[in-house]
């Protein structure tokens, strides 16, 4: 029995690893601001704190390819040991990073609490254990919740794909990534839920207003905005957009064929 789970673990959890890493991984200029709102906060801007949330997405493939392809293992206490201080060091950067976060607290601690888990759970994973299965299970079962919270990032790519296309319906439109005071264009990389939110969606700040991603739609009768919604997940209607004292209209090129456009990363 625990020969049979340490080979269906030897192939699952590198497996999850990649999703894992796929959907959180970050430049680390988005890390540390890059110009716009910090994706977890301002404790990010200390370099060594900036690096460290940078790799943790590799972290779990990491452990995930010593599991696989060593004997390697972790002394059980040792291993929980580990466990707690990166549990606990996430959880301060996490908080830390939605007291700072304006209006986009609660993407931040979605981000930052399942990021920490990830990482946690795989150290548990690569832990000894005794004659029962009930630990590793446990392990793996926390694991889980990261991975298919990376799933969900991945799938919004898709999904705000979809949603752009079908509001254009055919008219030229484009999608514009708003940092603070400007705009830059967008990549399917960016697309995904944990890198396209911003941290100060419907905050105002020194007559500032920050949007998760802009799409804009031109028509005969003239453009149309919107704005990224995660509670829809869908682009909603931004009503009487010049009345905004920040810039809306106007912030890119639409274009029929803007996806195919548009780079990777």
Known sequence: MREKLRLR???IFPACSVLVALG???????????????RLGYFFLVAATAGAVAIAPLVPFVLATVFSCTALRLP???????????????????MGGAIFA???????????????LA???SVLLIARHGPGTVFRRLSFTLFMIPTCAAMWSLATVPIAVWRSNSIALGEPMCVAEHHDGSYSPVSWSSQRAF???TTRTGYKNADAWYFHRILQVKRTSGFEVFNWSFATMNFEPIMAPERYLVKIVGVCVPRKDFWSSVAVL
Request: glycine share 16%; proline share 2%; no cysteine.
């Open 9 to 11: 673990l030897s192939i």
């Open 24 to 38: 959180y991984l970050q430049q680390l200029s988005e890390l540390s601001g890059g110009g716009q709102s910090p």
């Open 76 to 94: 059980r206490l040792l291993a929980v040991v580990l466990a707690i201080f990166v549990g606990l060091y996430g959880l301060i950067l996490t």
């Open 102 to 116: 304006g209006g986009g607290a609660t993407m931040v601690l979605l981000h930052g609490a399942t990021l920490t």
């Open 119 to 121: 990482v946690s759970a």
């Open 195 to 197: 890198s396209l939110y």
